[in-house]
């Protein structure tokens, strides 16, 4: 699942990766982009917390998101903000892996994997 879920995120980065924009205006799946970065970085926090032994894998993920879309400005801003809510929101609530985490990265796979396909199949060229 986890392989699927990298895939689509890599795919949707290829698909979305649009030449830089004079004024950088927001785009009409912004909002989709910001929780997708809120989701690895939930991710990233969480599968370390739960020894996946990934490493920096989630926030590399990030990165390659960042690199394909080139926001600059406030979108980029706000696309960091939101990976680092993600990271910082668990980061307060979990010390070590739980039942409840385990769920929660089910869950964050999931909807990520959700999120990069809709987008792909809405906004790819």
């Known amino acids: 699942m ?23 205006a927001a785009a009409p ?4 982009l910001q929780r997708l970065a809120e989701i690895l970085g939930a991710l990233h926090y969480l599968r370390g917390i739960c020894n996946a032994n990934e490493g920096a894998k989630w926030r590399n993920e990030m ?6 879309e080139t926001p600059s400005g406030d979108r980029r801003a ?3 903000a939101g990976f680092n809510r993600g990271y910082n ?3 307060q609530t ?18 990520g994997s959700k999120i990069s396909r809709d987008l792909t199949a809405r906004y790819a060229n």
């Open 78 to 80: 706000r696309m960091i």
């Open 63 to 68: 990165q390659a998101l960042i690199d394909a």
């Open 89 to 91: 929101g668990f980061q």
């Open 94 to 111: 979990y010390r070590t892996c739980t039942p409840a985490a385990s769920v929660a990265i089910r869950r964050y796979i999931e909807e």
């Open 2 to 24: 986890i392989r699927a879920f990298l895939a689509v995120v890599i795919l949707m980065s290829a698909c979305l990766a649009t030449p830089a924009r004079a004024q950088d």
């Open 29 to 32: 799946f912004d909002g989709d």
